[in-house]
């Protein structure tokens, strides 16, 4: 196989603005964004940027207006430490648990949920006895059945590293399901070897790759080959991707992205409102329209395009489906709305209830 070679990783906005990225005027500006929140565009990832205010490149060139901090904006606005069992643990659903394995990322997007605790600045792979906690805890916990690999990237860890979080894996009989949110099949996808594909698979548990993407040009020749050797390797990949101003917030764009990944095998899964993060007011939408685009999908788009629309309710309550209503009550039936939007009548009479068990 071959793969392109890394390259330089701009991180300052002088390398920003050397590449044409970024306007000179706007150097002491950037400089105060890059100084809150970490800027990464690797090699590979600056080669899909084609222009200044690019579609895809919005999503990691640093912007001004993340200066601009709304009062409903959160440093921590999905509540992960509401539920931290255990440093780097998060524990908010019965059934399953996220670790935070390390804070960096191969490239930073400027709208982080979690920018606040992830970048350059950050401590980086979770230490030893932290991990030992958390595994403690997962195996004082039966009750838990997925573990959910998240950070930063976590496929930005070594395989080395991997392979030893999938063997003490392996001894926790009641955890069936290891899932990693990873943007590296896409953006980094030369990191995708054999040796971190065994090392994902070491724990012998089922392996699922949640693949972040937002814009269709992530989805490169080298992404699918990357993407190709993790699935044909029995890792089931499903996709998440955040609704983003300027970057995928027409329908043509999200079309074109949801067939690009059920087309290389990795099935929809969420549609994310761009959470209130602090800065990142310019790269979300109203709710609003995110739910009228999700309403135009449906129909236009196979059913298996098709990943749900949701909302993280800040303080730590969850995740929410936030897609479109199709269903009110009419009489003793309902209305329903087609894909055209044409209204129907349902009938659905009050019959006997199920016996209770
Ligand atoms: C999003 C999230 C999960 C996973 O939720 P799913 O709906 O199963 O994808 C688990 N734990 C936490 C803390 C989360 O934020
Ligand atoms: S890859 Fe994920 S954790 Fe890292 S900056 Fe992007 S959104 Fe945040």
Not at 112 to 126: I, Q, Y
Request: hydrophobic share 40%; glycine share 8%.
């Amino acid at each position: 196989m071959s793969f392109s070679p890394p390259g330089k990783t701009l991180t300052e906005p002088e390398d920003l603005i050397a590449a044409g990225f970024s306007a000179p005027e706007q150097a002491d500006v950037l400089a105060k964004v890059a100084a809150r929140y970490s800027v990464a565009v690797p090699a590979g990832v600056a080669a899909l940027i084609e222009r200044r205010d690019d579609t895809l490149g919005r999503q990691f060139l640093p912007d001004p207006r993340e200066l601009t901090i709304l009062p409903h904006e959160r440093a921590d606005p999905i509540g992960d430490d509401a539920h931290q069992a255990v440093k780097g643990l998060i524990h908010r659903y019965p059934d399953r648990a996220l670790l935070k394995l390390t804070s960096v990322c191969p490239v930073y997007c400027r709208f982080c949920f979690r920018r606040e605790r992830v970048g350059a600045a950050t401590e980086g792979l979770l230490d030893a006895p932290a991990l030992d906690s958390a595994f403690a805890y997962l195996a004082a916990h039966r009750e838990i059945w997925e573990l959910i690999v998240t950070g930063g990237d976590p496929l930005a860890v070594s395989p080395r590293r991997l392979a030893e979080l999938s063997a003490r894996l392996n001894k926790l009989d009641h955890v069936k399901i290891l899932r990693f949110h990873s943007r590296v099949p896409a953006l980094a996808p030369e990191r995708v070897t054999q040796e971190l594909i065994a090392a994902l698979r070491a724990s012998g548990k089922t392996v699922y790759v949640a693949l972040h993407a937002n814009h269709p040009r992530e989805l490169t020749a080298q992404a699918r080959a990357a993407i190709a050797r993790l699935v044909d390797s029995g890792i089931v990949m499903v996709s998440q991707t955040v609704l983003l101003r300027g970057v995928n917030d027409n329908v043509e764009t999200l079309a074109v992205l949801m067939r690009a990944f059920v087309e290389n095998r990795v099935k929809p899964y969420y549609l994310h409102h761009a959470d209130l993060a602090p800065g990142t007011s310019h790269l979300r939408l109203p709710l609003e329209e995110g739910r009228e685009l999700v309403r135009t999908l449906l129909g236009r788009l196979s059913g298996l395009c098709q990943p749900v629309f949701v909302v993280d309710i800040p303080g730590g309550h969850g995740k929410a489906p936030a897609g479109p209503d199709y269903w009110r009550r009419e009489g003793e039936g309902w209305r329903v709305e087609d894909w055209r939007g044409k209204s129907h009548c349902y009938a659905d009479p009050a019959g006997p209830k199920s016996p209770a068990s």
